[in-house]
């Protein structure tokens, strides 16, 4: 199996897009970690870096190009007008050509949006926290404010993140969710369909079933492809996923 970059039907529609999801494939990299954008997970730096450019490359976008949210597991999203790192937030909303919105995980959800109607993007970094505090919703009513979105209009792409076969939780976690949610078998803790959550909370706003694409990959059962934090813990590499609008 070979698929260094994933891309997403529903923005494949739209030339002035640019979006692409990594995996840990690639040809300059090796096991045990594989292609990597995490640069603390002990791999080595050079090869590190040299799998990023690779990713951008095939992209035909560039390092300084990419606008980076400090992803710190809450539910602040933030406009990015230009380039570079935005502390303290795990979304991001541009409208502005030539800036790509970026997020790195390993089994959380990368939610990525693009409304043609206003000709604006978004990303999100969704864990269980920022799901539980609706941060796909935040995001949605930042780009009506910001640039008069509209969820009738917005397609969304769901990457690949840990499904409900391998999404185990605590009690304590499960309560913050609906038990629709929920999965009780023979596991001793229930688990969690995070991707059925954030369908919900997107329908909830207005966006459409039929404008919502989600991934099939589950991180933690493909090692094949995904990097995964719950599988491989402290060892666990990370993808990256970027979505911008072109320049003219």
């Not at 690639?26 to 590190?48: F, K, L, M, Q």
């Amino acid at each position: 199996m070979s698929a260094p970059v994933i891309f997403s039907k529903s923005f494949s529609s739209f030339p002035q897009i640019t979006f692409g999801f990594s995996t840990r494939q690639s040809e300059v990299t090796s096991e045990p970690i594989g292609a990597n954008a995490r640069r603390s997970a002990g791999d080595d730096r050079t090869r590190t870096l040299q799998n990023h450019e690779e990713f951008l490359q095939s992209l035909l976008i560039a390092e300084n190009e990419l606008a980076n949210p400090g992803q710190v597991h809450g539910d602040t999203v933030q406009r990015a007008e230009r380039p570079g790192e935005y502390q303290d937030c795990d979304g991001l909303v541009t409208n502005k050509p030539g800036v790509f919105l970026t997020v790195r995980v390993a089994d959380c959800l990368p939610v990525f949006f693009f409304d043609p109607s206003s000709k604006s993007v978004a990303v999100v970094h969704a864990g269980w926290r920022g799901s539980a505090l609706k941060i796909v919703q935040k995001a949605i009513a930042l780009m009506a404010e910001e640039f008069l979105a509209k969820s009738e209009t917005m397609l969304v792409y769901i990457g690949p993140s840990a499904r409900a076969c391998c999404y185990e939780v605590g009690e304590e976690i499960a309560s913050k969710f609906h038990p629709q949610f929920l999965s009780r078998g023979i596991d001793p803790r229930p688990h969690l369909d995070m991707q059925s959550i954030t369908v919900s909370l997107l329908n909830e706003m207005g966006v459409k079933d039929s404008h919502i694409e989600a991934s099939p990959y589950c991180t933690v059962c493909t090692p094949e492809l995904f990097h995964s934090y719950r599988r491989d813990r402290a060892a666990s590499g990370r993808m990256i996923g970027t979505i911008g609008l072109q320049r003219c």
